[in-house]
């Protein structure tokens, strides 16, 4: 499991889980410009790329976190996964709504949790960090001790690490932006004259335009 983020990086570029169009940019829910679109349920539908990123999650779980009690998923694009670990490490597994369910018990999270249990938080994607930390607001408040939270990949803007700072949560991911941006340019999937215009997306996504600066 050596170099898991370059590997896992590759991976997410080869089963076309994370596409990269700096010519052509993709345009996200909150109306951003972005030159990189990104869908972690994609590696689902390959065995090898869900197998290997669950055993990295599981190594980075028992590197980074002591002894666990409970692994939790953030609804939806985290809750295969994150089932996926807690049956490989034999812990048990509930996952968090984005909101309360609207009918029946009224649930926000799905599953049993016991006030005192040690959890880790599986996440599939970081980007400003504000539906994660939702979901470790309500696991808190459902009286979890959370341990911190592990993600497949962090586009890695500023405002998420202040976000995780300020409520105290320990974040690690099993790759990055900067790393994908290596990747991608070793396997020719973006070119030199291109990074440039990436690196600028990263650093004021929401005012980026492509080619021309807002």
């Known amino acids: 499991m050596a170099e898991i983020d ?3 990086a590759a991976l997410l570029l080869q089963c076309k889980a994370i596409i990269l169009e700096p010519e052509i940019p993709f345009t996200w829910a909150s109306g951003w410009k972005s030159p990189i679109y990104c869908d972690n349920r994609i590696t ?10 669950r055993e990295a999650f599981q190594t980075s779980i028992n590197k980074h976190f002591e002894a666990p009690d409970l692994i939790a998923g953030v609804a939806t694009g985290a809750i295969a996964h994150g089932a996926l670990v807690a049956d490989c490490m034999d812990l048990p597994f509930v996952y968090v709504r ?24 599986v996440e599939d994607l ?11 607001e309500a696991l808190r408040e459902a009286g979890a001790e959370v341990l911190g939270m592990i993600a497949i990949f962090s586009y890695g803007f500023e405002l998420a690490a202040e976000n995780f700072k300020k409520e105290e ?5 099993l790759t990055n932006y900067h790393i994908l941006i290596e990747a991608a340019l070793d396997s020719g999937a973006v070119q030199e004259d291109q990074l440039e215009m ?3 997306w990263r650093k004021d996504p929401s005012a980026w335009k492509g080619n021309k600066k807002a």
């Open 6 to 8: 370059r590997h896992v």
């Open 169 to 173: 949560v320990n974040l690690h991911t």
């Open 98 to 121: 984005p909101s309360v369910k609207e009918h029946g018990r009224k649930n926000l999270i799905e599953g049993r949790i016991e006030i005192g249990q040690k959890v880790v938080v």
């Open 126 to 136: 970081i980007s400003t960090g504000g539906s994660s930390l939702k979901a470790v």
């Open 44 to 53: 689902l539908s390959y065995p090898k790329v869900r197998d290997y990123i």
């Open 198 to 200: 990436l690196q600028d």
